[in-house]
């Protein structure tokens, strides 16, 4: 039970590199079932995630070998298809090997992950869509079965661009028979590189990038090299911290173009953005002005930057209106600012947030990997230390996060608690 202590008043400072994003590498590495042999991916986070999600493609068979950024991961002629609970209730992302395993294995059964601190989670479009494909599915004793002899292509029309559910469908239309046609999918930069390491496996797919994705699918398919697509919320991260402490931040691969609105709203607060070589740079030298949100998929604002930007604004000047549109209970990290001294009002989807010179530093959780990130650099800013508990939901998502704070000038670090002993 690791905490961060943050002593606030730093002015961050100098070059950070951002690594792959921990939320395509995961659907990459399910997507390897896909094809018997050794599929090798590149630019892979050292992150808790990728750790967990070895572990789940390790009990269905496959040998998962880690390097220095890489994760190599040799399927056999016929996995497991059973994902079991007390893995994939640690990371919702393993839901991921639905779809490659019905397509591959012709069954799965994968543990429902259930909610978390962000929302309910639901998976009726993953079911729908599977369905539609021609697969039976049951939900019985936490287990969702789904069972297909192969899986037939199909028209599937989302009822909201969902990135799990365009994943799991893209991944199992890929071996299906005929066409299947995903609309109103999902168009995050994610998908994006898990359509490109799809074709390279030989998959036919078009409409990358769109709200449309149509998929010819093909008798079988052959392990790859991969790189993953730089973590843009990650390198949002950053980006946010130079700004809440008016410092001065390079970001090495980051990609611009994929952090569009973060930026342009950035620059509304007032900060400088400049786009690099193989990155880009903000620098802030004044205290913020309030911005105001709106959540929404790819190439919306992502949901994912709320929990950041909210903490920006507590120390901006003005007030502003934050809305979450994506995940409907978002906001639990709200109380946490408070304890913090933020002035916070959250009613439905909707926070009011008025801007204060200054938080005071205090204990505080951390209930989910962003709203982590966001308390300990709220406690960059704040008078005083800042204790972050439960950080092992950064640890989920960040890679060296005190060490690149450290570096970047911050007075942070890692301890470790003393594990209570048991009073029985
Ligand atoms: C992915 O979650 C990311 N996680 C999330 O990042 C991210 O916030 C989210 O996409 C949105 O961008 C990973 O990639 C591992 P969704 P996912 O399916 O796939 C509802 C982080 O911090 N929905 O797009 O679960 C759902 O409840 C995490 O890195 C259904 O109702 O997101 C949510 O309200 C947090 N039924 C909304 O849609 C379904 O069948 C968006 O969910 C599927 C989704």
Redesign the pocket.
């Known amino acids: 039970m690791d905490r961060f202590v943050v002593r606030g008043g730093a002015r961050l400072a100098g070059t950070v590199s951002v690594s792959g994003a921990?939320?395509s590498v995961?659907?990459l590495m399910a997507a390897a079932l896909l094809a018997e042999g050794t599929t090798v991916l590149a630019n892979v986070p050292d992150i808790l995630d990728v750790t967990v999600m070895g572990e789940v493609l390790r009990r269905l068979g496959c040998d998962v070998v880690r390097g220095k950024a890489t994760v190599s991961i040799t399927v056999p002629e016929m996995p497991g298809h059973e994902a079991d609970y007390d893995l994939v209730r640690r990371?919702?992302?393993s839901i991921a090997v639905l779809g490659p395993l019905v397509a591959r294995c012709g069954e799965a059964k994968v543990a429902l992950p259930g909610g978390d601190a962000?929302?309910?989670?639901?998976?009726?479009?993953?079911?729908a869509g599977l369905i539609k494909l021609g697969a039976s599915v049951v939900s019985e004793h936490g287990y969702l079965i789904a069972r297909a002899p192969r899986l037939v292509g199909a028209a599937v029309w989302l009822d909201?661009?969902?990135?799990?559910?365009t994943?799991n469908l893209l991944m199992a239309s890929a071996l299906a028979q005929g066409t299947t046609i995903i609309d109103n999918a999902?168009r995050?930069p994610?998908i994006v590189d898990l359509c490109v390491m799809l074709q390279r496996m030989g998959a036919h797919i078009g409409g990358l990038g769109t709200s449309t994705l149509e998929v010819q699918g093909v008798e079988a398919l052959h392990p790859v090299e991969h790189h993953t697509v730089p973590d843009r919320?990650v390198a949002g991260t950053w980006a946010v911290a130079a700004v809440m402490t008016r410092g001065d931040v390079t970001v090495l691969g980051g990609r611009p173009e994929h952090l569009e609105m973060p930026l342009d709203k950035l620059a509304q607060a007032g900060a400088v953005v400049e786009p690099l070589e193989g990155g880009f740079r903000v620098a802030m030298d004044r205290r913020p002005t309030a911005v105001d949100l709106v959540t929404l998929?790819?190439p919306g604002f992502?949901?994912?930057f709320q929990p950041l930007f909210l903490g920006l604004n507590t120390v901006a000047e003005g007030t502003s209106m934050i809305t979450e549109n994506?995940?409907?209970s978002r906001w639990m990290f709200v109380n946490e600012l408070v304890r913090l001294g933020a002035d916070v009002r959250t009613d439905g989807h909707h926070a009011v947030v008025r801007g204060r010179e200054q938080l005071s530093g205090a204990p505080v959780t951390a209930h989910?990997?962003?709203a982590g990130a966001g308390l300990v650099l709220a406690g960059l800013v704040a008078d005083g230390v800042t204790e972050v508990a439960d950080v092992h939901h950064i640890d989920r998502?960040y890679e060296g996060f005190v060490e690149k704070l450290v570096a970047l000038g911050a007075v942070v670090r890692r301890e470790t608690a003393p594990v209570e002993p048991w009073l029985g």
């Open positions: 921990k939320n995961l659907k990371i919702r992302a962000i929302g309910s989670r639901g998976l009726d479009m993953h079911v909201f661009p969902s990135v799990g559910a994943e999902a995050e994610e919320i998929p790819y992502a949901t994912d994506v995940f409907e989910d990997i962003r998502g």
